[in-house]
């Protein structure tokens, strides 16, 4: 998944094609919420705006930073509450895209690399946590395997190929049946980094996910990896490879044991529909032309993104009442 994802130059996210967008006639494979209607970033900056007060900090780091959409609303609704913007993305491609985005805003952005050994400020990363590579593990007669690549002998062909391993997903599956599931070693180191970096500050996350408990459920025995080309999802990340993107969805019980390991507190986990709504999208949208209202319910409706994605807050220091989190908050269950 690394190497398909990030090989210089063939890599999905290391090559040209365009990736984010509305529709595939843009020549784009995948549509996130910031694309989707610029209320994302509106909402959610009402919860940067509480953090940063909060923490008494200036400055917003975002990791993958796509097109620079939510950059740009972010920017446009803190104004001068942010001091300093730093995108930290590994896609050079991406960040020329970024950088006419947000050529406006002159050095109050800056793109950097790798992260300083001392942060302060408010985290933001929407649909990065699943961009981060997994490593597979399949239960074939019982036996625990992990499934890596390989190339056919004789042909030119991807593969899959099994070796029997002592790595096992964090919890027990139950039943003899085949499994095939994901681990996410590498998100979580990240977040372990992100927790001893960050001297003050709070950081949130935005993606699709489960708890671990729901994540490892016995019925989802094919685990949760899916590629993304023209709008077109499909289960087979062997063919094509560096044409489309994969991902896999996050445990975020997992990266809240990370984050609490590495000494961060947890402010609240939620579902994305519930936390635009406590961070007052339905007051943007009443104030909205109709087809922007029209795409921003698409970030609160249970059937399009409000339910299967999630947000989770982080904090430095002890735990403080989040505005995202206010109702219905679902850290209990992680
Ligand atoms: C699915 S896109 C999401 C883009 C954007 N946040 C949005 O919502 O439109 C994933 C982004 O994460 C970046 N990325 C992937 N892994 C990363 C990492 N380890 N650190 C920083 N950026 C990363 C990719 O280059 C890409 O910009």
């Keep these: 998944m690394a190497q398909a994802l990030y090989t210089p130059g063939l890599g999905y996210y290391a090559n040209d094609l365009r990736k984010l967008g509305l529709m595939p006639g843009s020549g784009s494979d995948f549509v996130t919420a910031p694309e989707l209607s610029p209320l994302f970033g ?18 917003v780091w975002e990791f993958g930073a796509g ?44 793109w950097v690399s790798e992260l300083p050994a001392h942060m302060q400020g408010v985290v933001v990363g929407n649909e990065v946590l699943d961009a981060m590579p997994v ?14 690549v390989a190339l056919e002998p004789g042909s030119q062909r991807l593969v899959w190929q099994d070796r029997p391993t002592s790595l096992r997903p964090p919890v027990e599956i139950e039943g003899r049946h ?34 671990e408990a729901e994540y490892y459920h016995p019925q989802r025995h094919m685990g949760t990896v899916m590629c993304h080309r023209a709008h077109q999802a499909d289960t087979d990340p062997l063919a094509d ?22 000494g961060l507190g947890v402010l609240g986990y939620a579902t994305q ?32 993104m ?11 220091g002890e735990p403080w009442l989040a505005l995202g989190f206010s109702a219905g908050d679902r850290t209990h269950t992680l």
Excluded at 275 to 302: D, S, W, Y
Aim: net charge negative; with cysteine; charged share 25%.
């Design 42 to 59: 509106r909402a959610l900056a009402a919860q940067l705006a509480q953090a940063l007060e909060h923490t008494q900090t200036d400055e």
């Design 67 to 110: 097109s620079g959409a939510l950059a740009l609303q972010l920017l446009e609704a803190l104004g001068d509450k942010v001091r300093r913007y730093t995108i930290v993305d590994l896609s050079g491609a991406l960040r020329a895209r970024q950088q006419q985005t947000l050529e406006k805003f002159g050095e109050r952005v800056r």
């Design 135 to 148: 490593q597979l593990l399949a239960r074939l007669d019982g036996v625990w395997h992990e499934r890596g």
């Design 178 to 211: 085949d499994y095939v599931s994901e681990i996410h070693p590498q998100a979580e180191a990240y977040i372990r980094t992100l927790a001893g970096r960050l001297q003050r500050g709070a950081a949130f996350f935005i993606d699709y996910g489960f708890p």
């Design 241 to 262: 490879v560096g044409l489309k993107d994969i991902t896999a969805h996050v445990n975020f019980t997992g990266i809240a044991l990370a984050a609490q390991e590495a």
């Design 273 to 304: 529909g519930r936390f635009l709504l406590n961070c007052g999208l339905p007051q943007l949208m009443e104030q909205a032309e109709l087809p922007v209202r029209t795409q921003a319910h698409k970030l609160i409706m249970e059937h399009e």
């Design 306 to 316: 409000g339910e299967l994605f999630k947000v989770i807050g982080l904090t430095v």
